[in-house]
């Protein structure tokens, strides 16, 4: 059996300079290329445009002039359609694929090649992608390396395209809630602008009133954006200060009722509340913030949603509860994947990250948190946070 050596493929440009999760035997031949189609959009037919393609045996290179070269004239009998299935698969709605085939060796024999194919650019005209193609080198156990490639592979490929869909996703999502409050903000300006005679101080304030809501919402949005990237590169850290939590529950609460016009949170405190915890509140602002916002958006705007506090001493322990959709069994333990969204909660506003960042904020206290809830009757989060205590 081949020994198994790592080989590395950048995510760019499949390159052999980064650090990679790929594992392939140490007799490969690899070809690197890079590649574009020209898509007539009448006949949807596609012509290669530009090639660059390096193949490797060993420590040493030549560049062919066609990619076509290394797949088509190259193939087994059996694998003549490869170049068309390359072109069917790039017309596809697939960003990136595998495949598996025969091609001939320098050594006039055929071999198996596993290929790997990212595309880069897609337009209605142009078509841009990048590729790899590894040869299984022949040894005792050569279908058993081969299919060890081609399941190494089709795991990276997996990551691949879960963190494509993400971002791709999580683009969506962002764009979506960016958009509602710029029209919000649009369709004031022009209201003021072209019929300011005709407004009273009254209608104009309720436009301004608009307008500062639509803006918090949107630095809302990007502060969400902003504590995702500091939580996913580890950048957050657990600092208490003695603190004022009634007092900072209050302006939570005042901030987004502000920004849910009609919405009421009823705040209720347990006996001898101290006024002042050593806590970190700007981790307690994501918590509390992300969890009251979610009682609301998944409730009915007529019902409550209720805050509790209870202090024992040791412990913050803070309660949300609503009486909105509730959430499905079978969903509960996956609430706090990042761009989770629950099937019942299609049309409702919402990025999918809130539930990610309170698990992070709260494990830093060395928290915890639990969940009850049943569909149509509603949900209590229920938070307990260790306190620091001064020496």
Same mark, same amino acid.
């Given at each position: 059996?081949?020994? &198994?050596?790592?080989?590395?493929?950048?995510?760019?440009?499949?390159?052999?300079?980064?650090?990679?999760?790929?594992?392939?035997? /140490?007799?490969?031949?690899?070809?690197?290329?890079?590649?574009?189609?020209?898509?007539?959009?009448?006949?949807?037919?596609?012509?290669?445009?530009?090639?660059?393609?390096?193949?490797?045996?060993?420590?040493?290179?030549?560049?062919?002039?066609?990619?076509?070269?290394?797949?088509?004239?190259?193939?087994? =009998?059996?694998?003549?359609?490869?170049?068309?299935?390359?072109?069917?698969?790039?017309? !596809?709605?697939?960003?990136?694929?595998?495949?598996?085939?025969?091609?001939?060796?320098?050594?006039?024999?055929?071999?198996?090649?596993?290929?790997?194919?990212?595309?880069?650019?897609?337009?209605?005209?142009?078509?841009?992608?990048?590729?790899?193609?590894?040869?299984?080198?022949?040894?005792?156990?050569?279908?058993?390396?081969?299919?060890?490639? @081609?399941?190494?592979?089709?795991?990276?490929? @997996?990551?691949? @395209?879960?963190?494509?869909?993400?971002?791709?996703?999580?683009?969506?999502?962002?764009?979506?809630?960016?958009?509602?409050?710029?029209?919000?903000?649009?369709?004031?300006?022009?209201?003021?602008?072209?019929?300011?005679?005709?407004?009273?101080?009254?209608?104009?304030?309720?436009?301004?009133?608009?307008?500062?809501?639509?803006?918090?919402?949107?630095?809302?949005?990007?502060?969400?954006?902003?504590?995702?990237?500091?939580?996913?590169?580890? /950048?957050?850290?657990?600092? =208490?200060?003695?603190?004022?939590?009634? &007092?900072?529950?209050?302006?939570?609460?005042?901030?987004?009722?502000?920004?849910?016009?009609?919405?009421?949170?009823?705040?209720?405190?347990?006996?001898?509340? =101290? @006024?002042?915890?050593? +806590?970190?509140?700007?981790?307690?602002?994501?918590?509390?913030?992300?969890?009251?916002?979610?009682?609301?958006?998944?409730?009915? =705007?007529?019902? &409550?949603?209720?805050?509790?506090?209870?202090?024992? !001493?040791?412990?913050?322990?803070?309660?949300?509860?609503?009486?909105?959709?509730? +959430?499905?069994?079978?969903?509960?333990?996956?609430?706090?994947?990042?761009?989770?969204?629950?099937?019942?909660?299609?049309?409702?506003?919402?990025?999918?990250?809130?539930?990610?960042?309170?698990?992070?904020?709260?494990?830093?206290?060395?928290?915890?948190?639990?969940?009850?809830?049943?569909?149509?009757?509603?949900?209590?989060?229920?938070?307990?946070?260790?306190?620091?205590?001064?020496?």
């Amino acid at each position: 059996m081949c020994p &198994l050596i790592h080989h590395t493929i950048d995510s760019h440009g499949f390159s052999d300079s980064a650090t990679s999760t790929v594992e392939t035997c /140490q007799h490969l031949k690899l070809a690197l290329y890079r590649g574009n189609y020209d898509r007539n959009t009448e006949t949807l037919e596609i012509r290669w445009v530009v090639d660059d393609v390096h193949k490797r045996i060993g420590d040493f290179y030549h560049q062919s002039d066609n990619y076509i070269d290394i797949v088509g004239s190259d193939a087994h =009998p059996n694998n003549v359609d490869l170049v068309h299935t390359l072109k069917n698969k790039l017309l !596809g709605k697939e960003s990136s694929f595998i495949r598996t085939y025969q091609l001939l060796t320098d050594e006039n024999v055929y071999g198996l090649f596993v290929e790997k194919v990212r595309i880069t650019e897609k337009t209605e005209t142009e078509i841009k992608f990048v590729g790899c193609l590894f040869m299984v080198p022949e040894c005792e156990n050569d279908i058993e390396e081969g299919d060890i490639i @081609r399941q190494q592979l089709l795991e990276s490929l @997996r990551k691949e @395209r879960e963190i494509n869909q993400a971002k791709e996703l999580f683009i969506n999502m962002v764009s979506h809630e960016m958009r509602t409050p710029l029209a919000v903000i649009q369709g004031a300006v022009d209201l003021i602008e072209h019929c300011n005679d005709k407004l009273s101080d009254g209608d104009k304030e309720n436009y301004m009133q608009s307008i500062r809501r639509a803006i918090l919402r949107m630095t809302r949005t990007m502060d969400a954006v902003l504590i995702l990237s500091k939580v996913q590169s580890n /950048q957050l850290s657990f600092q =208490p200060l003695e603190s004022d939590v009634v &007092l900072f529950c209050k302006n939570i609460i005042n901030e987004i009722e502000n920004l849910n016009e009609g919405r009421k949170i009823v705040l209720q405190i347990s006996k001898s509340f =101290p @006024r002042n915890i050593d +806590i970190d509140t700007t981790l307690l602002y994501h918590i509390i913030s992300n969890l009251l916002n979610n009682a609301i958006k998944y409730s009915d =705007p007529m019902t &409550l949603v209720y805050l509790n506090l209870v202090y024992d !001493g040791e412990t913050l322990t803070i309660y949300v509860r609503d009486s909105g959709i509730g +959430i499905p069994h079978k969903e509960l333990k996956g609430i706090f994947k990042l761009f989770h969204r629950g099937a019942n909660a299609k049309g409702r506003k919402g990025m999918g990250i809130g539930m990610f960042i309170i698990k992070h904020c709260i494990a830093l206290h060395n928290g915890s948190i639990e969940v009850e809830s049943k569909e149509h009757e509603g949900t209590t989060f229920r938070v307990k946070l260790p306190i620091a205590h001064r020496n």
